[in-house]
């Protein structure tokens, strides 16, 4: 049975900020600021500009090949080679698993603040819960996420608010000193950036919704910019108002910055962004798991170790037994691993998925015509992604 196409533009671009700021902003500006100092919001610049590079490559490649397993389907459809695009679809699985696993982690640490249980119950709950939402349909999964994106919103706005009407700590000017780069600042601001660029992660899960989305090739690549348009100027803004009001060695030293932040600008408790936070980090958990589901159901449809998963429910019209695997995976590596390497490991195999995919969208673009409808990006964007990608590798 088909997956049902009831996703539009509005819940699409609200499913891409969701992940994108459920990835980690709530933790990352601190550890960027420990960097990067005062550059820290040319730092999301940087990260911004990379991810939004690639996010033009995959919104043509969306429009091309409108597909579940999009990064899987663009480097078969490029090279050929059934095995090598299974690989690619595998290792996207496995950073919708791998991140969701430390988002869970890092949410369930607030909500530990809240509730009394320990974190073990905690992990296994909360998981489960989010697994049993996601399988409900993909329609109410991403209602209930856009809920939880608002929610988001407003919480980062509150922020910047705090942040802008606090006594400036840091001026605006030592924030754009690119004089400092000339001066050993440069390999500083790439390593922040590194860090930054996984709070961008989550623009390319929106192809894997291809299947599920009206008028896919009009709708993913308007999709897919409005999100990373949105969130790289939520970030940038957060960053100016994070770096303006708290003292840079405290936001690296704190596990709440942001808590931080609205606490120096406003004088209130800083609950209610710690419960902000804890929708947001679940936000992103939830919509990790739709995605990597999604991957595994299009997998499914050619290659045979994978057919398990190309099933969905009659009634619910969701891939029931990959949402399931997904889920009870995200659970044992939340159980079992520390935050910091599942991080890590999610953002290394992302940067390589990203070169691949770029290198699939220049491959086709030599022997295929863009079809009517499908945005043209210039050969020159996924030349310099890949290069970005490249330089935040071995940054």
């Known amino acids: 049975m088909a997956l049902h196409r009831r996703v539009g533009l509005s819940l699409l671009i609200l499913y891409g900020v969701g992940v994108m700021v459920g990835a980690g902003i709530y933790v990352l500006v601190g550890k960027v600021a420990g960097v990067a100092g005062a550059l820290t919001p040319l730092s999301f610049v940087v990260a911004g500009v990379a991810a939004a590079l690639s996010a033009l490559s995959f919104a043509e490649l969306s429009a091309r090949i409108p597909e579940s397993a999009g990064e899987a389907a663009y480097v078969r459809t490029a090279f050929g080679i059934g095995w090598f695009g299974d690989c690619v679809g595998v290792a996207v699985a496995c950073v919708g698993v791998i991140s969701a696993a430390a988002i869970l982690k890092g949410g369930v640490g607030y909500l530990a603040a809240l509730v009394d249980l320990p974190r073990f119950w905690l992990e296994i709950l909360v998981g489960l819960l989010l697994g049993c939402i996601a399988l409900v349909g993909v329609l109410e999964s991403l209602v209930f996420a856009a809920i939880l994106t608002l929610i988001e919103i407003v919480g980062l706005l509150l922020i910047v608010g705090a942040g802008f009407s606090a006594e400036p700590v840091t001026p605006l000017a030592d924030m754009v000193d690119l004089g400092s780069l000339l001066h050993g600042g440069g390999p500083m601001l790439l390593a922040a950036a590194l860090l930054a660029f996984f709070a961008f992660i989550g623009f390319e899960d929106m192809v894997n919704l291809a299947e599920e989305t009206i008028d896919p090739v009009r709708t993913m690549p308007r999709g897919i910019v409005g999100a990373i348009m949105i969130t790289t100027l939520l970030y940038v803004l957060v960053a100016v108002a994070a770096i303006r009001a708290v003292d840079m ?10 808590a931080l932040v609205f606490e120096k600008g406003t004088g209130w408790s800083p609950d209610t962004i710690i419960v902000i936070a804890i929708f947001a980090t679940l936000n992103g958990v939830l919509a990790q798991i739709v995605m990597a589901a999604r991957v595994l159901y299009g997998l499914g449809r050619r290659n045979r170790l994978f057919t398990w998963a190309h099933a969905t429910s ?5 891939p029931v037994a990959a949402t399931v695997a997904v889920t009870l995976i995200v659970v044992v590596l939340a159980l079992s691993a520390p935050i910091e390497k599942l991080a890590q490991v999610t953002t290394y195999i992302l940067l390589c998925i990203f070169i691949v995919v770029n ?29 970005l990608s490249l330089v935040l590798l071995f940054a």
């Open 314 to 318: 009659d009634r619910l019209g969701t």
């Open 249 to 258: 060695q405290q936001l690296a030293q704190s596990e709440r910055p942001l």
């Open 359 to 387: 290198l699939a969208l220049l491959a086709l673009k030599r022997r295929v015509p863009t079809p009517a409808g499908a945005p043209d990006v210039h050969r020159t964007v996924p030349m310099i992604a890949i290069l």
